[in-house]
C-alpha cells in the first residue's frame, strides 16, 4: 500500500526567509509525486508535480520541490516566504507500477506566515 | 472548462433530513472522487468511481451515506438521515485516465444541527 507522511502539523516561517515543508512517501515502483494547496474556504489546488527526470521541480508562485529517491522524500520550498504563501498544504503520491492508481494524501502541513 | 462544479457551496440542515450534494466534473475526465475533509480526521475519501461505476467504496462511513453517478457529468452524494457528525466540508475531484492528478471542486460545506 501507498502512504505519504507530513511530519509537521504546522510551519512557522518569518516573511522573506526560506520555508520548507517536509514530505515522505512509500510506493511500488516509481512514483509520481504532488504538491497541492488549500486557501481558506477553498478547494485543493495543484502546485506542481514529479513524474520523471529533473528531481528539482519547479510550480507556481514560486514553489519548487526536490525528489530524492534515497530518501523516499519530496519536500517543498520557496527562497522567500510571503504572507500570502499562508495556507494548508498536502502532499500526495501515486504509483505507476500498472494499471490505474489513485492518489494517496498527506494529513497536510498549516504554514503560516509571520509578517 | 470551468472546472470541478459543486452546488451548493453551503449547506445547513436539520439532524434527520436528507442531504444531497451535486458534483459535476471536468468533461473528458474517466475518474471521480467524493471526498470529505474534517479537523479532526484530515481528508478522507469516501468512494470513487470510473466511467461511472463505483470502483471503491470503502471509505464511506456508514450506510446512511450513498453515491451516484447517473452519467458522466453528474454524480451525487446523498446523506440519510444527516447527524451533526457529519458536519464537514466535501469535496469533489476529477481526473482524466492518463492525468496524473487530479482536479477539485471549491467543496461544499455541510452543517448539520
Known amino acids: 500500500a501507498q502512504s505519504v507522511a507530513q511530519p509537521e502539523d504546522q510551519v512557522n516561517v518569518a516573511e522573506g526567509n526560506p520555508l520548507t515543508v517536509k514530505c515522505t512517501y512509500s510506493?511500488?515502483?516509481?512514483?509520481?509525486l504532488f504538491w497541492y494547496v488549500q486557501y481558506p474556504n477553498r478547494g485543493l489546488q495543484f502546485l506542481l508535480k514529479?513524474?520523471?527526470?529533473?528531481?528539482l521541480v519547479k510550480g507556481s508562485y514560486g514553489f519548487e520541490a526536490e525528489f530524492n529517491k534515497s530518501q523516499t522524500s519530496f519536500h517543498l520550498k520557496k527562497p522567500s516566504a510571503l504572507v500570502s504563501d499562508s495556507a494548508l498544504y498536502f502532499c500526495?503520491?501515486?504509483?505507476?507500477?500498472?494499471?490505474?492508481?489513485?492518489?494517496?494524501f498527506g494529513t497536510g502541513t498549516k504554514l503560516q506566515v509571520i509578517p | 472548462d470551468a472546472g470541478v462544479i459543486q452546488s451548493p457551496r453551503h449547506e445547513v440542515t436539520e439532524m434527520g433530513q436528507e442531504v444531497t450534494l451535486r458534483c459535476k466534473p471536468i468533461?473528458?475526465?474517466?475518474?471521480l472522487f467524493w471526498y470529505r475533509q474534517t479537523m479532526m480526521r484530515g481528508l478522507e475519501l469516501l468512494i470513487y468511481?470510473?466511467?461511472?461505476?463505483?470502483?471503491?467504496d470503502s471509505g464511506m462511513p456508514e450506510d446512511r451515506f450513498s453515491a451516484k453517478m447517473p452519467n458522466a457529468s453528474f454524480s451525487t452524494l446523498k446523506i440519510q438521515p444527516s447527524e451533526p457528525r457529519d458536519s464537514a466540508v466535501y469535496f469533489c475531484?476529477?481526473?482524466?485516465?492518463?492525468?496524473?492528478?487530479?482536479?477539485f471542486g471549491s467543496g461544499t460545506r455541510l452543517t448539520v444541527v
Open positions: 514529479y513524474i520523471t527526470g529533473d528531481n
Open positions: 500526495a503520491v501515486r504509483g505507476n507500477s500498472g494499471g490505474y492508481q489513485k492518489v494517496t
Open positions: 475531484a476529477s481526473s482524466g485516465l492518463f492525468d496524473y492528478g487530479y482536479t
Open positions: 468533461s473528458g475526465h474517466d475518474y
Open positions: 510506493v511500488s515502483g516509481n512514483p509520481y
Open positions: 468511481f470510473n466511467n461511472n461505476v463505483p470502483i471503491d
